[in-house]
C-alpha cells in the first residue's frame, strides 16, 4: 500500500513562483519514477514533469525551461518548482509514484491533488 500527499498549491500571480512537493509513504521497497500530471478546466490531464530514480527527466513542451523536477530519494519525496507561472498553468496537480512494494509487487499511486490558481 503506497500513500501520496501533494502541498504547496494555492494561489500565485502571473511571473510569480510556487514549489510542490509530494511525500510517498507505505510499504515501499523502491521507487522506479516519480512525476507530476495537472488537469486544467476543459483540458485532458497531462505530465507535466517526471523523474526516475535515476535521475532522468522528462518535462512537457509548454513548462520547460521554467519548472524543475526534483527528487529526494532518502525521503522518498519529489518537489517540482515552478517559476515565471502562467495563467494558463492553473489546474490541480497531481502526483504519480511508480513503485515496487516490499512485497515485490508493482504498483502505481495518485495523491489527491493540489490547486494551483495563476491569477492577478
Known amino acids: 500500500q503506497v500513500q501520496l500527499v501533494e502541498s504547496g498549491g494555492g494561489l500565485v500571480q502571473p511571473g510569480g513562483s510556487l514549489s510542490l512537493s509530494c511525500a510517498a509513504s507505505?510499504?515501499?521497497?523502491?521507487?522506479?519514477?516519480m512525476g507530476w500530471y495537472r488537469q486544467a478546466p476543459g483540458k485532458q490531464r497531462e505530465l507535466v514533469a517526471a523523474i526516475t530514480s535515476g535521475g532522468n527527466t522528462d518535462y512537457a513542451d509548454s513548462v520547460k525551461g521554467r519548472f524543475t523536477i526534483s527528487r529526494d530519494n532518502a525521503k522518498n519525496t519529489v518537489y517540482l518548482q515552478m517559476g515565471s507561472l502562467k495563467a494558463e498553468d492553473t489546474a490541480v496537480y497531481f502526483c504519480n509514484a511508480a513503485v515496487v512494494t516490499t512485497q515485490y509487487r508493482y504498483l502505481e499511486g495518485w495523491g489527491q491533488g493540489t490547486l494551483v490558481t495563476v491569477s492577478s
Open positions: 507505505g510499504s515501499i521497497f523502491s521507487i522506479n519514477a
